[in-house]
């Protein structure tokens, strides 16, 4: 991999969706930035791979991860916020401590880790922004998915947001909302694992979309498992 080759950074990357899409990006010539909140299970030595420390709840971690990237491959060209923690509470049983950490993992980190990043993809030829956020941020299923719908919503409303600010630049942000995908966090799902989306079937949507030029800007890619009456 040559030394011009583009940078991603992927947040929440030690396991399921964020591990995949490493791996997808890596094997297309990508350089990878990691930033994990524990080691990863497997660490193997390659070239252009970077694990980094990165905790959601901790903004000064985000800005260490972001210079770690720069002084060892001098360039960022992507940012995937995909870290991210389940609620299972209603919006009447959810308490203002668990309100505050899922909003702050969800919602409030993406925000502060794009504005850190924010020079360097400006600074790139096409700058992306994918933030994995879920069709819960399109809808709400069921009573006990409210709180997490609601920091969804706001992760939703901050790419479109940003898509306003980007208006004047080359970079471009999108919003994949899958439902179910075969993760630890839908483990407690009663589905089939096979059945559902797979990471790797993110993975090759947010290649594509750091594939696509300037001039073809999505704002979001919603991901059915099975048909759904509400979208």
Not at 64 to 74: H, L, Q, S
Not at 91 to 108: G, I
Not at 185 to 190: D, E, L, T, V, Y
Request: hydrophobic share 45%; proline share 4%; charged share 20%.
């Amino acid at each position: 991999m040559s030394d011009d080759a583009p940078v991603v950074m992927i947040s929440g990357a030690n396991r399921g969706i964020g591990a995949a899409i490493a791996e997808t990006l890596h094997a297309a010539g990508w350089r990878v930035s990691l930033g994990c909140r524990s080691e990863p299970a497997e660490r193997p030595e390659r070239k252009d791979w970077l694990v980094c420390h990165y905790d959601a709840l901790d903004s000064q971690s985000g800005q260490a991860w972001v210079e770690d990237t720069i002084r060892v491959f001098g360039r960022i060209d992507a940012l995937i916020n995909n870290a991210g923690i389940l609620s299972r509470s209603s919006v009447l049983e959810a308490s203002s401590d668990e309100f505050d950490q899922v909003m702050a993992v969800n919602a409030k980190a993406p925000m502060l880790l794009t504005q850190q990043v924010w020079p360097h993809l400006v600074d790139a030829e096409q700058g992306k922004v994918v933030s994995i956020v879920s069709l819960s941020g399109k809808r709400v299923r069921s009573a006990g998915s409210g709180l997490y719908a609601m920091s969804k919503f706001a992760a939703q409303a901050f790419v479109h947001g940003l898509r306003q600010c980007s208006a004047e630049t080359r970079v471009r942000a999108t919003a994949i909302c899958p439902g179910f995908v075969a993760t630890d966090m839908a483990a407690g799902a009663n589905v089939e694992a096979t059945d559902v989306t797979q990471p790797e079937d993110v993975a090759r949507i947010v290649r594509l979309l750091l594939e696509l030029p300037p001039s073809a800007g999505i704002a979001e890619v919603p991901v059915n498992w099975r048909i759904e009456d509400t979208i």
